[in-house]
């Protein structure tokens, strides 16, 4: 029987992914630094087929789909514009018995500390999460910058550039992939809330009377993206914010939400920013920002609706999600049960024993060709070979043995069901190929 993923505790994935060559913690001799993580060969090509998807995902028939990269650090003036140097806080709270400190809004203060018991508070003080930075050799000519805690802004400055280069109409979105920076109070849960992280967001530029008919749009279309990578849906629901909750800039937003073991909690947000943006760069650059509508002869700062997921909390959902326990020949199993154009190896190729090595080694290098993520695995006895590929979520080993010298043919096992089927050696790349399809 399969477990219920739910119980998955964090512990345990945290220790596997370091295991097995997923996440380190960043600078882990010397003690690691909280709330930054290290990605190692697996956890590369996790993020990087979760970030493919993510692109092909914003494919869609209303308008174009550009991309972008930004410097990750900003000027002050544009933190200003945008509201994050006034508005970028969060409340913290010290205990004082026990030194510990928290977020305010992630606790209930009358209930005295989660970690000592003692009721002795601090006052509630806000915190500017941006990380700020002088830039310039000499300090007293130094220009204060920012770390940027959100990639959308790099988008909104950049909108003129965009819309007057890439031969585009409004609507249209611009997406970018890239690091984000928040001093977190308390970084917690692994991945889920980190201090440097990447996110993926996509401004969609529209006119103001699509707007809400765009807000809808793309959150069914984001709803469809989880599906499409696997993830079990009965885990996701699609949470509104209250009035009290909306940020500075928003008029609406829905929260993506999974079921974390520790709670329902946001994964992606999805944004009707309307023309906030657009209209505070515009009066703090000088500059317009306007586009001019042929059909109507006139011009108009268009709206924004924004969908935005980090691709840190992704993998860790998707880790938590694909986590399996079940029991193979009397011996338990863990393996993650990964879709296999999510997974990040897509097929281990495993002469049965050392004396077949090079033969084997000869289909490896021919599927390699087209499908270079793959692994070759000599070593071990080959039930314990299977287990490895299981628990970094291989869906396919193919077994060279004694009969593919006979008559041509190797054993390809199947993950999820342990099943083993034979195939033509020279149907290996077809086969892996067609299992490969989303
Ligand atoms: P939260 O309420 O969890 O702090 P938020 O509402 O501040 O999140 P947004 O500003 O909407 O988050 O950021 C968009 C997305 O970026 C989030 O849905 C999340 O996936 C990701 N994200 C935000 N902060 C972090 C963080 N500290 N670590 C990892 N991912 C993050």
Redesign the pocket.
């Known amino acids: 029987m399969t477990s219920d993923t739910t119980n998955v505790s964090l512990d345990n994935l945290v220790s596997l992914c370091k295991r097995r060559g997923f996440i380190f913690q960043t600078a882990d001799i010397y003690g690691g630094m909280n709330?930054f993580y290290d990605f190692s060969h697996l956890g590369v090509l996790l993020k990087e087929n979760l970030r493919q998807a993510w692109k092909d995902s914003l494919y869609n028939e209303q308008g174009e789909i550009v991309f972008m990269e930004g410097a990750v650090v900003g000027p002050e003036a544009m933190w200003i514009a945008s509201g994050h140097v006034q508005n970028f806080h969060d409340p913290m709270v010290d205990c004082m018995a026990c030194k510990h400190r928290f977020r305010a809004d992630h606790i209930d203060l009358a209930k005295g500390c989660p970690h000592c018991g003692k009721s002795a508070w601090t006052e509630v003080r806000t915190f500017n999460m941006m990380f700020k930075t002088e830039v310039g050799a000499a300090q007293a000519h130094a220009s204060v910058g920012y770390l940027r805690?959100?990639t959308a802004q790099s988008i909104f400055v950049n909108f003129k550039n965009i819309y007057s280069t890439a031969r585009v109409k409004i609507p249209f979105g611009v997406a970018q992939i890239g690091k984000?920076f928040?001093n977190?109070i308390t970084?917690r849960q692994f991945?889920?809330?980190?201090?440097e992280?990447e996110?993926m967001?996509m401004e969609w530029f529209c006119a103001p009377q699509d707007s809400v008919q765009a807000f809808e749009f793309w959150c069914k279309k984001r709803l469809a993206f989880y599906d499409a990578i696997g993830i079990d849906m009965s885990k996701i629901r699609m949470r509104a914010h209250e009035k009290d909750e909306l940020?500075h800039y928003s008029q609406q937003?829905n929260?993506?939400e999974y079921l974390f073991p520790f709670g329902w909690?946001?994964?992606?947000?999805i944004?009707h920013r309307g023309n906030y943006d657009l209209s505070q760069h515009s009066k703090h650059s000088g500059k317009d920002l306007s586009v001019f509508d042929e059909a109507t002869q006139t011009s108009y700062v268009p709206e924004v609706v924004e969908c935005?997921?980090?691709s840190?909390?992704?993998l860790l959902t998707v880790l938590f999600d694909n986590y399996r326990e079940d029991v193979v020949e009397n011996e338990p199993r863990t393996y993650f049960a990964f879709k296999p154009h999510i997974a990040p190896i897509k097929a281990a190729f495993l002469p049965l024993v050392k004396k077949l090595e090079e033969p084997a080694r000869a289909l490896f290098n021919e599927v390699k060709k087209s499908i270079p993520q793959i692994q070759f695995d000599v070593p071990g006895s080959i039930g314990k070979r299977y287990r490895r590929q299981d628990e970094i979520g291989t869906p396919y080993c193919f077994t060279y043995d004694f009969d593919s010298e006979t008559n041509g043919t190797v054993t390809v096992r199947n993950r999820d069901t342990t099943a083993q089927e034979r195939i033509a050696l020279d149907q290996v790349v077809h086969y892996l190929h067609d299992k490969l399809k989303k």
């Open positions: 709330g805690p959100e984000a928040r977190e970084p991945l889920f809330r980190m201090r992280f996110q967001e940020s937003t929260d993506v909690r946001e994964l992606e947000g944004a935005s997921v980090g840190d909390r992704l």
